[in-house]
């Protein structure tokens, strides 16, 4: 109760900041995309972290008004960067009716073209309420935005949920590609992961990659993109511009 209150004095006091990790091809090494991450820092300087505050805004409802506002900043923020951009959406608004006409909004707003913007999601998200969920999602690619799954590995998606819905993109946890380094049997289950991603389509981004030896098993592996601190960590919008290949 208390943390949402300060929660809805934040987003009213512009408390929250949005940071972005760049993701790079796993060949070329150049910067592909950028996954929005947001960050809080409370007026006594202490950090939040969203794992923290997230499940409180979800719980109240107040995520819908907060995710409103990360796609507005988000969009505006990577317009003139020209790569794509990721953001992650919540189960609570994926559930919400409003949210497709929101996110329609917000790219008319903004001017930032559709086919550059992609929606993190994880499978709790569909579990919940696949109907609903099945329709926000027809909706939003309607609009030309792709959907990825995310935390790919740490939950219990299957064939048949892979095949229900469609995902444009995977994207492998990061205990997943860690653990994958070390132990043979569950690099076997990362890589028939791959295959099977390849088979429907999907791209496939790897998370979490801390060191070159990571880098190596998951780029020969068939991973198109590598998201990691090896590469970058998470940077203010500011930040961003320099690490562009320069446009031609
Ligand atoms: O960057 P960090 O490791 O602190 O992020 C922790 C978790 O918070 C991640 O699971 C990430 O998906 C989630 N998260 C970060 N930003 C957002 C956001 O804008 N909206 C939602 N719904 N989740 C976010
Ligand atoms: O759940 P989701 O995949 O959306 O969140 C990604 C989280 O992982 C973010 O909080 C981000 O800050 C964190 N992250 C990104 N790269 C690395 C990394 O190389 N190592 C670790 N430990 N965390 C990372
Ligand atoms: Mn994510
Ligand atoms: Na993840």
Redesign the pocket.
């Known amino acids: 109760r208390d943390l949402d209150n300060e929660l809805r004095a934040a987003l009213l006091n512009e408390e929250f900041r949005v940071h972005y990790q760049p993701l790079v091809d796993a060949r070329t090494h150049r910067v592909v995309a950028v996954e ?3 960050r809080w820092q409370r007026p006594d300087g202490r950090d939040v ?3 923290v505050f ?1 499940p409180v805004a979800e719980e109240s409802g107040l ?1 819908n008004a907060i ?1 409103l506002w ?1 796609l507005r900043r988000a969009c505006t923020d990577a317009l003139p960067w020209g790569i794509q951009l990721s ?4 189960a609570a ?1 994926l559930r919400n009716p409003e949210f497709p006409f929101q996110l329609g909004q917000v790219l008319e707003e903004t001017g930032f073209p559709p086919e550059r913007l992609e929606l ?1 999601i994880t499978e709790t998200c569909l579990v919940l309420d696949p109907v609903v969920a099945e329709r926000s999602l027809d909706l939003v690619r309607g609009l030309g935005v792709d959907v990825v799954l ?1 935390d790919f590995g740490t939950g219990y998606a299957s064939i048949g949920f892979l095949r229900q819905f469609r995902f444009e993109k995977l994207k492998l946890d990061r205990s997943l590609v860690v653990d994958s380094a070390v132990d043979e049997s569950l690099r076997a289950m990362m890589l028939s992961s791959i295959s099977m991603a390849r088979a429907l389509k999907m791209r496939v981004t790897a998370e979490g990659v801390e060191t070159e030896a990571q880098a190596a098993m998951v780029r020969s592996a068939g991973c198109d993109h590598i998201q990691g601190w090896l590469f970058f960590a ?1 940077m203010p919008a500011d930040d961003i511009p320099q690490h562009l290949a320069p446009a031609l």
């Open positions: 929005s991450l947001l972290g969203p794992n997230i995520i995710g990360v953001i992650n959406i919540s608004q993190e995310d998470p």
